[in-house]
C-alpha cells in the first residue's frame, strides 16, 4: 500500500478489503463528498463483472468518471512471483489513474424500441419464444425458411421423461403449443421465407424477407392430398430422412401446420396438381416475394443439423443399408414413419435380433471434419431410443458402445432404468464396422477389459454430432451477430448472459447458440423472450463508447461510411451520420478519417496514449514490458487466466480496447518511444471487422518497418474466451521472442 501512495499522484488512497459491498459503497461516496473528488479509481477485481457496481457507486459523480485495474485476476492469480505482482499492480493503477484523468462525463444512450419482434425459425424454441412474447403484447413474427414449423422436435417421434421413467410422444407434447401459437392474434407465421438483408436504425432493425412462392393458396387449401396423387414427380422424403419417397407436391407430416400442401422445386410445371385440385388452389405462376419487416427485437432460433456420418467413413453408413443415424431410427420407429412404427433392417426387413448404437459419432473426435466438443444430447437419444426398443422387442439385443455416458442430473435415474431394461453398455469407441460373408461386425476394444472384441449385428446405429445449421450462420452474418469458434451464435457472456448476443436487441435460444435438448431449449426461449420484454418495457440503453463526428474537419469523404461493416456510419443528406444504436465503437472509421474528424466516446486517443504512458511509466532499466491491446473477449479470456490461475508472464500489460482497428501507428509509436519492448494485439476474429483487422496489422506492421522498429515486435492472435491457456501460452511465446531480440 505504500508503495502505492508514493508511486501515483492521487488525493485520496485507501484500502479497503470488501470494496464491493454495502460498507465499500458508504466508503467511496463520504470519500467523494468529503474530499470533493471528481475523478475514482478502483483497483480490485476485473471490470467486466464489477464496473457495474462501482459506476452505481459513486454517485453523485457521472459514473463514466470512474476507472477499474483489474489487479486480481491479473496480478495477484496469476503471478506467484509478490515482488513482480505488486509492481504490475501499481503499474495498473497508474494507467488507470491516467486515464481517467482525461475522462469526461457521459451519458448512457437511451431508445424506446417498437413492441414488435422477429424470431427467427420455427422449431420448439422459436415458437415457445414466440408464444411467450405475444401473450405480453408484443407483435412477433416467425420467420420459417421450411415449409411447415416444429422443427426437430416434429420428427424424433418419442421424448423421453426421466422423472417417468417413459417415453412420450413428441407430436402430443408440441401440437398444443403449436396450435396455440397458430391461433394467437399478436403472431404471424411465415413459412418458406428467409432473411435476406438486415439493417438497424435507430433502435430498429430493418428487415426484409424473402417468401419463396409455395405454389398453393393458403386460405383455399383444404388439404385433401387430391394434388399429390396424381403428381408424377418422385423425391426423397426429408422428412423421412431419405429412406422413404413423396411427390413434388407434398406435406411434410400429417399434422404439418400451416395445414397446407407446398410444390419445391422438384415440380416439372405438367399441371396435373393444378387440374385435380377441386378449390382451384394450385398456382404455378407464383413469383417470390419481398417482404418488408420492422421490428425492435431479434430472437435467433435457427435450430442445428447433425454432421455428415462419412466423416467417419470406418463406420460404413454409405456402404452398407444397415448402417443408419440415430434420427433415421427415430423415423423407423415413430409411427407415422417409413415403417408404422415397426423396426426392421433396411437391408431386408426383418426385425433385428442385435443392434449395436455407435456413440460420439463426430463429436469428441479430433479428427478433420468431426468437433472436439460433446453434443450433450446423444447419451440421452441412444437411451431412449435403447429403451423403445426393448420395450417392444424384448428379445432383441441393444449394445451402446460409449467413450462417457453422460447423462447429468435427472437423466441419472433414466440411465440406470435402461440398463435394468435389459440395455447392454459397452464402453470403447468402436474403430470400424466391416461386411464378413453378410453379416456386419463392430469392431471395438474393450477399455475396462483392455481386450479387443468383433461384435455381430443386424443394425448399427451411428449417434451423429449436432452442429450449426446453415441458416445459423447466413442469419448471423446478415445481422452482424457474432459467432463462437464452433460456429454456433456467440452470447454476451457465458454465465451472466446466457441469451444476449454482442449486439443489442438480438437474443438466441436453442440449439443456435449450441447443442441441447428440449428441455433447455425451451427454457432458453422463455429467457430470451423475457429479455426482449424487458427491453420494450425500460428501453434500449446502450454504453455511450460509440463513435462522433467533428462537423468542421469532416471533408464527406466517405472513407468512414466504406469501412463500417456494422453500417452505423452513413450519408444522409450531404452529411455523415453515426447511428448510436448500430456502431460498435469498433474505431475502424477513426483509423480511417485522414482528417481527424472522428472520435469514439470513451476510447479516445488522448485516453489510449494515457494509458500506455501510465502503464510504462515506472519501468526500471532491465525490465521487460510488453503491451497487449485485447477486444472484449480477448479480456475475458485474459480474466479467466486468473479465475483459473494460470500463470502468465509478468512481463505483460493489459489493455482493454473494443477493436484492434482503433489502434493507429502513432499509438503504437507512442508505446516503444515510452519503453514497450513489444505489443500484442488480440481479438476475436468472427466479428464482421476481422478482415480490417487483419489488414491493419500488416499495414501497422509496414510502418513500424519505416520508423526503424523491427515488425517482429508486433504480434496478432487470435482470442477465444474457453482457450485460455492457449493465450497464456501466446503470451510465453511472445515473452521469449522479445529476450531473443534484446531490448
Known sequence: MERLKSSINAT?????????????????RDRIIQENLNRIVVAACSPVTHEKTFQNYVAPLNPYLLEMANIREQCSWVHQDREKATDKAVELVNAACEKVKSSKPLDPIIHKTPRTAAVIGGGIAGITAALSLAKQGIKTCIVEEKSSIGGSMAKVGKVFSPEKLAEECAMCLLNPTVNEAVQHKNIKILTNTTLKKAERRSGNFNLLLEKKPRYVIEDRCISCGDCAKVCPVQVPDSWNEG?????????????????????????????????????????????????PLNVG????????????????????????????????????LGVNGPTNGKLVRPSNGEVPRRVVMIQ?????????????????????????NANIIKSHYPDTEVIICYTDIRTPGMYEKYYKYAQSNGVKIFRGRPGEVVDKDGKLYVRAEDTLQKTPVEIETDLVVLSTAMEPSEGTVEVSGKLNVGLTEDLFVKEKHPKMKPVSTDVKGIYVCGTAQGPKDITDSIVQANAAASKVSELMNCGLEIEPFVAYRN????????????????????LQHDSVSVDPIACKGCGACVSACENGAIEVSGHTDQQILAMISGMLKNKKKGDLRI??????????????????????????????????????LKHLLHAFREGADGVIFGEYPDSPMHPQTLKKVDELKE????????????????VYIPYFRGLAQHFEEFEGKMRCLGK
Open 551 to 570: 462537423r468542421s474537419k469532416c471533408k464527406l469523404c466517405g472513407k468512414c461510411v466504406e469501412i463500417c461493416q456494422y453500417k452505423a456510419v452513413y
Open 12 to 28: 485520496v488512497v485507501e484500502e479497503f478489503e470488501n470494496l464491493c459491498s454495502i460498507n465499500g459503497r458508504k466508503l467511496i
Open 243 to 291: 429412406m422413404t419417397t413423396r411427390k413434388a407436391i407434398y406435406k411434410s407430416f400429417p399434422q404439418a401446420v400451416p395445414d397446407v400442401y407446398a410444390i419445391d422445386e422438384n415440380c416439372m410445371k405438367c399441371g396435373q396438381c393444378q387440374e385435380a385440385c377441386r378449390m382451384d388452389a394450385v398456382d404455378l405462376s407464383m413469383e417470390e416475394e419481398i417482404v
Open 703 to 718: 510502418g513500424l518497418v519505416e520508423n526503424g522498429i523491427n515488425p517482429e515486435r508486433l504480434a496478432f492472435y487470435k
Open 360 to 384: 460420439c459419432v463426430g463429436s469428441r473426435d479430433e479428427k478433420p471434419g468431426a468437433h472436439k466438443y460433446c453434443s450433450r444430447v446423444c447419451c440421452m437419444v441412444a437411451m431412449k
Open 627 to 664: 503491451l497487449a491491446f485485447l477486444d472484449n473477449v480477448g479480456y475475458v479470456s485474459a480474466d479467466n487466466m486468473g479465475i483459473n490461475k494460470v500463470q502468465c508472464p509478468d512481463s505483460v500489460r493489459i489493455i482493454r480496447i473494443p477493436s484492434v482497428n482503433r489502434l493507429t
Open 297 to 332: 427485437s431479434v430472437i435467433i432460433a435457427t435450430g442445428h443439423k447433425t454432421i455428415d456420418p462419412e466423416v467417419r467413413p470406418e463406420y460404413g453408413y454409405s456402404r452398407y443399408d444397415d448402417v443408419v443415424t440415430q434420427m433415421e431410427l427415430a423415423r423407423i
